[in-house]
């Protein structure tokens, strides 16, 4: 377990949009403003009372992934997985019932010794979706089940869905936090109601800017960056950013830019890639065809040295 608090880092390029949650959520501030609208009226929790969960039991499929994040409740057999979605994903129970065993699992091993009186933890599921179709896929397992008519059954699997379409834009706006913000952002269906909702939400940071510190500025104009480029194309997203308010100091075009430089290097070396390949395909079917070696040179260009390689491993 580790509470050590990372700061909002640098998005990375790589599917820079499904990150975005993901690293909001990393910061227990956003995360327990996700975690209490599941929980009971009246039964809220501080972002004093959690913690990361990082054993080193838990299975590399959930550390790695790019959009889960736990928690577990100080002092307490409980832990909150946060799932976040950007489209509906129909196999969602029995994903969820994998990384709920996983987890359990992991407090297991942790413990060591189970007697007759041991009681397993505690996982409560969240999935967040901010996709603009409304969550349809089913919440339990047990509904998704082949059914025998000789045996009931029982509840399996069932997490909580936390439907950004369920939520209203003022309550969105309201809250003080950077994950509501975003979801807000991504709440958006229109380049004008985007236009809109920016224009609102930098104008409620701008007005309580005791409530946000300069960090969770910073990480929103670059989210607001990323979601703006997604959502808009690069041409209408950078028209648009240039004339909305956010503090004057040009952080979110830089990291529009920086994207979009990114975004074509990734692309060029994808190109690159491909004619790297297609031109060792080339040379294998010229081997195959047993053209001197001299020739497939001065053909492709490529070393007879390395051209050589090729022939061995045909």
Known sequence: MNDNETEYQLLEVNNPHDKICRKALDKKKDAVKIINRILKDGEKISENEIEKYTSSYISDELRNSESDVVYKLKNENVFFLIEHQTKIDYSMPYRILKYELNVIDSVSIDNKYI???????LVIPIVLYTGKE????????????????KYLGQELSRYNILDINEISDSELLEEKSIISKIMLIEKSKTEEELCKNLSKIYSEINNNKAIYTKEEKKFLNKATGVLALNILGEKKAKEILNNINVGGDGDMLAVFDMIREEKLKDINIGRKEGRLQAKIEDIKNMLKEKLPIDLISRITGVSEEEIEKYNKLK
């Open 134 to 149: 409304k969550w349809d896929a089913k919440l339990d397992l047990r509904s998704m089940q082949y059914k025998w008519s």
């Open 115 to 121: 007697g007759k009186e041991y009681k397993y933890s």
